[in-house]
Every structure is written in structure tokens, then in C-alpha cells.
């Protein structure tokens, strides 16, 4: 029998995991001395880039990878039942006993983050790429980990990724859920509430007071129609991303809530794995979700003129790999060294019904 506190203690440390635009999109019951649920609480997350909870389930996928090691830490070991209704439970895990602690990684966890600054050219090493690889292996048979190919024409890459910043920047209801989701007021990220820190995005002093002006949508879109705004945007963003070492690629062969959960416990063991290596490593994965959409022709609201852009530069970005014909890139981060961020998304203590 697990005391409550010890489940809470482990719930509390949990939470510091990632989620998109810091959505935090979960909650939890502690059903019995050895059984938690984690639900998802929908609309949390952008609903847009969020189809059909796909991104939310990648941010309880880590949230189960960060118990996992927490509870290997109390001697406690886990089993995870995905989806045990058909409601909004992500999962029910069950703790048990085990004859020792092991630490691995469980520091790591508060020390992860998002590094979106460039990178240098230098390159990882075999040794910390063979690390990164064999941290994935023991997570399910229906996820991959990719590393992309040696001779990847990061230039292209980085383009296509910033797709993405191009057609936020021209839709407006895109445009208005990423504002809407940006901190601007150190207080207000201190306090762990949902959302992200305009610091944590690396843009230079002249580029956050513009951010302030360009919230406004009339503003972007005249912007946009004199001096093609949205292009110059995706251009800054496409050289960020080109500065990378090397892009890591996840890979699925079904679109299945459970397998986007498995998404997210491979993404959060090569992250903090990557971050006990100190290696930098910023996910990048608009693109892929709206690829989802897309290839299931519901791009709403975002206009159909913008299907080909997408389907192209998501092709461009599959190519980077070799993965099989028939699988989908779920998630892509990308890995390089860098000088520390310049600031974290803080997190809510959990909620425990």
C-alpha cells in the first residue's frame, strides 16, 4: 500500500512536463493507495493545432514518463492501463513495490526545458547519439525514434518546418490563439498558470516590443499585405531551426490516442536524457499536426488554399528520415549545443480531484 502523500509527492513533481503553449491540460484522482487516473481536460490546448486531443495526449505521455521515474526513484514501480473507458481518462497506473530506488534521470526532470535560441554546428557525438537511441528502445513497438539523415539539406528542413510561422501569421484565428497564449509579465509566468513566457521565445528587446504591436490583428495582416510580414517571420524562424545538429523524428504507423500517448513518453525520455548529456532541444511540431489535418481534409478554419504548402513542406520533412513510406511523423524535436534559455514556463501545482 502507497501512502496518498507519497502518490501527491509524486504528482507534484510530474506536472514539470512538457505540453503545448504550456497548456497544462490535465488533472488527477487517487483512486485507492496504489492506483491514480490522469485525465485530460479538453480544450486546454490549442484546438486548432490540438485535433482530436492528439497534442494533449503527447503531454500526458510525458506526464506518465516523468511518474515513471519519479516512482523508480521511491522504489515503486508502475503499470499503465491507457484509456480504461471511454471518457476523458488518459490512463490509470498502478504503483507496486520494488526492492530498490534507482535515480536514474529523476534530477533531469526539473531541469529540462525548451531551447529555442540557434545552435552551433558542432555535431553531436556517436557516443551521445547512441545514448539518445537506446533510451527509446523499451517504450512500445508502435513508436520510433529517428535520427535524421547525414546528409539532410538542413537549409530545406528549416523552411518547411517554418510553415508553419507563416500561416499562423495569416489566419486569424491562429493568429489569435498563439497571442492569446503568450506571458507577457514575469509575475504572471512565476505563478505556473498556462501559457508562454515571452522570454522563453529567444527573440532579441526590438522583436518582443514588436510582438506587442503585432497582437493585433489588423496590424499583422496590413503587415502582411505591404511588405509580406508572415514570409520575413518564417524566414528569421527557418534559420533557427536550420542551426540544429541534428533532428530527432518520431514515428507512428497508426494515428491511435494511445499511440500519441506513447509519442509523448518516447519524446520526455530522449529529452531528459538529452538534457543529462547537456544538449539543447527544442520540439518543433506545428507542421505535424497540421499535416494530421490535412490529410484527413478538415483543415477548417484554416483556408484550403494552404493545403499544398503543407502537404509539401511535411514531405520535405519526412524525407529527412528514413522511416517507413507508410508511417507518420509524429513529432520532431530538434538537438543541438547552445548557451542555457534565457527563461522556463513555469508550472500549476496538480489538481487532484
Known sequence: MTERRTLEEILAHAVFAPSGDNSQPWKFSILSGNTIRIWNIPGKDNPILNYQQTGSYVAHGALIQNIRIIAASKALAISVNYFPEKNNCVAEIIFSETKEAVNTLYETISKRGCNRKHYSKKPLSESDKKTLLLSTHSISPSVSFVFSKDAVDKKEVGKALATMEDIALQVPELHHLFFKDILWDKKDNESGIEGLYIKSLELPPPAQFAMRILKHWKVTDTLNRSIGLSK???????????????????????????????????????????????????????????????EVNDLRPIPK??????????????????????????????????????????RLPPVIV
Open 305 to 346: 488554399n494552404f493545403e499544398k504548402q503543407i502537404l509539401d513542406s511535411y514531405q520535405k520533412v519526412f524525407n529527412a528520415f528514413d522511416a517507413p513510406r507508410d508511417s507518420h511523423l509524429a513529432f520532431l524535436m530538434r538537438f543541438g549545443h547552445s548557451k542555457p534559455a534565457s527563461a522556463r514556463s513555469r
Open 232 to 294: 520575413k517571420i518564417a524566414a528569421q524562424m527557418a534559420s533557427v531551426y536550420r542551426d540544429s545538429a541534428i533532428y530527432g523524428g518520431i514515428f507512428i504507423n497508426k494515428r491511435t490516442p494511445e499511440a500519441y500517448v506513447q509519442v509523448g513518453e518516447l519524446m520526455q525520455r530522449v529529452w531528459l536524457e538529452a538534457t543529462a548529456l547537456g544538449i539543447a532541444v527544442q520540439p518543433v511540431t506545428g507542421l505535424m499536426f497540421l499535416t494530421h489535418r490535412a
